[in-house]
């Protein structure tokens, strides 16, 4: 096979080459508060330099790994927080798989051979979305991208969904896809179009199987889009058994950032030797909780983990965070079920006892 049969590349690896970390380049050494001309100059290199990597023309991924080095180094001397440096090292995957996103091989893609977390999703998502990822919300970001690459970028992942039809790897891929391009406006109608196709086909999700990791992430998707229905189904069938529980929670806790290890498959969600305390998840819980339109999951979820991590609890602090939210959640919403209100009694229980 050819180089160009095999990556399929189109328009948007040139429109989208080093730009996202360009982007959290520009955002950090602005906020640690050095000009392009003072950052150059404690690195010993041109301001043309320091500008060329930030526009995207020379991308950083391209730029040897002991000068990337200095460049974090300097961000860190200055100023730069841990969770700031986290999304600069993250910034450079996501770009060396945006670079590599049209690629036709379903067995090599980027997104078949990596399960991204919260922040990485954030950062392929910030050229759709024009969101910075949550870790950078105390500094100013921004990732301008023309709308004709954006464009590309978007039919780059069409084609890859549509091509990922059949295999684990395939639907690991074919999810992650359709995730990705679900923040791009004008491809809903195609989308709602996959996706109506993709749920016609499980037929059930009482074992764990591809296609319930599929159907996990549709649900979603759909709750943030207004459609609950999925997620009904999502939380009554998939969360039927033991072994699916502790799937959703795994997964939930790997894409919180509670599990160092990278994922390179969805299988990796049924692990349950996987260590993690707990406690960036009961955040998430909590204020998804009030905020998140998926809340019905969140409560499933957030009972789930306070029966296999007890010792939560034994927080006055959290205690009292748990009942808070519950009673505003409860007051302030209306529960799709009342088996997640049951749920919820049971978790102000746990916390009031």
């Known amino acids: 096979m050819t180089r160009s049969a095999e990556s399929g590349r189109t328009g948007s690896k040139a429109g989208l080459a080093g730009r996202v970390t360009g982007a959290v380049l520009k955002a950090l050494r602005a906020h640690v508060g050095l000009s392009q001309e003072l950052f150059a100059e404690r690195l010993q290199v041109a301001k043309t330099t320091v500008q060329a990597w930030e526009s995207g023309r020379r991308p950083l991924i391209n730029t040897p790994f002991t000068e990337l080095q200095r460049v974090r180094r300097l961000l860190q001397t200055c100023g730069a927080v841990p969770n700031q440096l986290?999304?600069?090292d993250q910034a450079l995957t996501a770009d060396t798989i945006l670079a590599d996103i049209g690629s036709l091989s379903i067995e090599s893609h980027p997104l078949a051979l990596v399960v991204p977390d919260r922040t990485l999703t954030?950062?392929?998502a910030w050229p759709l979305s024009g969101v910075p990822p949550q870790r950078l919300s105390e500094v100013r970001a921004e990732l301008p991208i023309e709308t004709g690459v954006r464009a590309a970028l978007a039919a780059?992942?069409?084609r890859?969904?549509?091509?990922?039809?059949?295999g684990l790897t395939a639907a690991m891929l074919r999810r992650q896809a359709k995730y990705l391009v679900a923040n791009h406006e004008p491809s809903q109608d195609w989308l709602a179009d996959v996706t109506a196709r993709d749920v016609r086909r499980v037929r059930s999700?009482?074992?764990w199987t591809p296609d319930w990791a599929v159907f996990r992430s549709h649900a979603v998707s759909a709750a943030v889009a207004g459609d609950l229905d999925p997620l009904t189904r999502f939380v009554r069938e998939g969360l039927a058994t033991d072994r699916d529980i502790a799937a959703n929670l795994n997964?939930?806790?790997?894409?919180v950032g509670e599990i160092g290890d990278r994922w390179?498959?969805?299988?990796?969600?049924?692990n349950t030797d996987q260590a993690w305390s707990g406690q960036a998840l009961l955040d998430s819980l909590l204020k998804g909780l009030e905020h998140a339109p998926y809340r019905e999951l969140c409560a499933h979820t957030l009972w789930a983990l306070l029966r296999c991590r007890r010792s939560l609890i034994d927080n006055p602090s959290l205690k009292t965070r748990i009942r808070w939210a519950i009673d505003a959640v409860t007051s302030k919403h209306q529960l799709v079920s009342d088996q997640a209100k049951h749920r919820l009694?049971?978790?102000?229980y746990l916390a009031g006892s």
């Open 86 to 88: 986290a999304v600069w």
């Open 122 to 124: 954030e950062l392929l």
């Open 156 to 158: 780059d992942l069409r």
């Open 160 to 166: 890859v969904v549509d091509r990922s039809t059949d």
């Open 205 to 207: 999700l009482q074992d």
């Open 251 to 255: 997964y939930w806790a790997y894409w």
């Open 264 to 270: 390179t498959s969805d299988t990796d969600m049924l």
């Open 345 to 348: 009694e049971q978790v102000a």
